[in-house]
């Protein structure tokens, strides 16, 4: 039996406590047998709480994707930092580098010399540099064999660079999570051995998604980035990297209308967001109930198909919806509910979405 | 030329103050010579100083989608609003809804009597009343002919009914705001004498979408309620509602990576929201550049297809994106940044997106 906790108002997000304990040690543990780092990414939870329990289960210090992320969690404490991102450096995102550098161990991401040198001309050489590769993904990054190119610049510039990462975003497509991660596994082969070539040692190789974190294989990689494992969400269901007992967060929502196979729930875009890749089934799923699907999403409205009629939940019911791409989700939502596991209905805490709309 | 005003951190959501007071006179001023009350959906801004604007041009009250919205307009000092959602009322709602009627003239959609009951059960009888009606859209709302049994449920439970609406939402597809406001207009007519029929007055008959609201065709409905109409985005471009000319909105980016035909942007899906309807040519468009084409959205990334190599920008360059869906996108950002219009720089204000958030 699945709860639906005691919450005066709807939708809210449940995070399953024992379920976000669960997923964060297994990839502790999966990184740690393959003598790997793991550097969530904070950008899936943006919780302070949650980044504080990813390091006491051994990971080695946070990515973030924007400089704003990143002074979010420096706030909080947290002292290593990497933003995997291929940052653009003005005089005013410079000072703001360089003011979080004062605190924090800080790495950035570069893909070209012209931002390498926006890098140099307004930070100074204290922070560290890995070139972003494409692994396949096709979105930023230099070729794998321009890696030590790039690395080469950036260090004539005087910067302190690290290695190289990449995001193996290809993976997210059913039957793409084992082809990503062998591309992904060459890519960062060659560009470590291109920076080598160059006469720069690659201390940091970086790379993982959460559909290719968990897959065994051998790699020169140091460390993985995976964002999306603490929670799960309906993208990585229908990948088959996690099962419905890993999902830890789930969206409570209410039945506003029912009528045959159909139930609309007052869980729309605004607080789902309106995510649906070309392959995904649907815009979300219904905990315990696999074979609904919520087939149309308006901001305040998401439409249930959902042919088992006997189990079909009736006006001012409620249900629990897994988000297809939980890192949109959260970041709609200013707080999270926790909850002491699905089956039960105590509210054990409620943690803040600190980074919500850390967009710059 | 477009102009890029000197803001330190992309990406940031711009308001164009000439456009937008041009968009909120032409809906006013064509409804006012139809004789149509309107009656702006709130939920598109989610800002105070909009809502201002769009009273003085006079606005009869405001529309909003959740009674946290309704809360956040309330607080400001609004007192005529119109919550148009078939709402569960349970008793944490129904205490909110109470309180609201306290300092406002509160009108809520009901679809079912059983929706009725639970309003009857938990507030008093001065809240308004509007049968949601389903004029094609398929989502929420009975069909016109049955208006008449539920508004004569509702009145029996001491509701204090006072007419119909619906929202033409199946407006949203190429070549089909006139086919929705036919059946819109027909959907109204029904329901409207379904009430008469059952002895009620239907003092209010309210409809409107805003690919629809500014076709002008006999009918009996009194209100306009159109939301997207102030700001403008790719999807009513996209249905041919408004022109470039007409886009009071963008969001201004920088650019990270240029590469022959594509360049990719500093604003993804959690600046921009992740809305793409099945016959969007892409996740959003390019201001100035109508061959342009957001082709893949990430969360920090924005993948643009830009076929003119002339004009195609470097790294470094801003450039200013129109969003798909202006609701959801506006819902990510805490401030619009407000210019005195396309052609200059000048930064005249910034305005606090007050009910971002407000989905309960």
């Not at 990449?166 to 051995?193: K, M």
């Not at 392959?279 to 696999?290: D, M, S, V």
Request: with cysteine.
């Amino acid at each position: 039996m699945i709860a639906f906790p005691s919450i005066d108002a709807t939708p809210a997000l449940l995070v399953d406590r024992a379920v976000l304990d669960g997923n964060i040690a297994r990839m502790a543990a999966s990184a740690r047998e393959r003598g790997l780092d793991v550097r969530p990414h904070a950008k899936t939870h943006k919780c302070i709480e949650i980044a504080h329990l990813q390091l006491a289960a051994g990971a080695r210090g946070l990515t973030v994707a924007t400089v704003s992320e990143a002074e979010a969690f420096a706030q909080a404490g947290f002292d290593d930092i990497f933003i995997a991102y291929p940052l653009w450096v003005d005089a005013a995102r410079g000072a703001r580098l360089q003011a979080l550098s004062e605190t924090v161990q800080l790495t950035v991401g570069i893909d070209s010399a012209a931002g390498a040198r926006t890098l140099a001309d307004h930070c100074d050489t204290s922070i560290g540099v890995l070139v972003e590769i494409d692994s396949g993904h096709h979105r930023t990054g230099v070729a794998p064999e321009q890696a030590g190119v790039v690395a080469s610049e950036a260090q004539a510039l005087g910067l302190n660079v690290l290695g190289v990462f990449t995001f193996p975003g290809h993976s997210y497509g059913p039957g793409l999570p084992h082809v990503a991660v062998a591309e992904e596994t060459d890519a960062l082969a060659v560009a470590a051995a291109a920076l080598r070539d160059a006469g720069i040692d690659p201390v940091v190789i970086s790379g993982g998604s959460s559909p290719t974190a968990l897959i065994e294989t051998p790699s020169v990689a140091t460390e993985l980035r995976p964002g999306v494992y603490v929670f799960g969400d309906a993208q990585q269901l229908e990948l088959d990297a996690v099962t419905e007992a890993d999902i830890a967060l789930t969206v409570l929502a209410t039945v506003v209308s029912a009528r045959g196979e159909v139930v609309v729930l007052d869980s729309g875009s605004k607080t789902l967001g309106a995510d649906r890749a070309s392959w995904a089934t649907g815009y979300g799923r219904i905990l315990g109930e696999p074979d609904a699907r919520i087939t149309a999403l308006s901001e305040h409205h998401a439409t249930v198909g959902w042919p088992n009629t006997s189990t079909r939940p009736d006006l001012g019911q409620r249900v629990r919806v897994i988000p297809n791409h939980v890192c949109n989700t959260v970041n709609l939502a200013d707080e999270l509910i926790v909850t002491d596991g699905r089956h039960a209905d105590a509210v054990v805490d409620r943690w803040r979405v600190a980074a919500r709309g850390c967009n710059t």
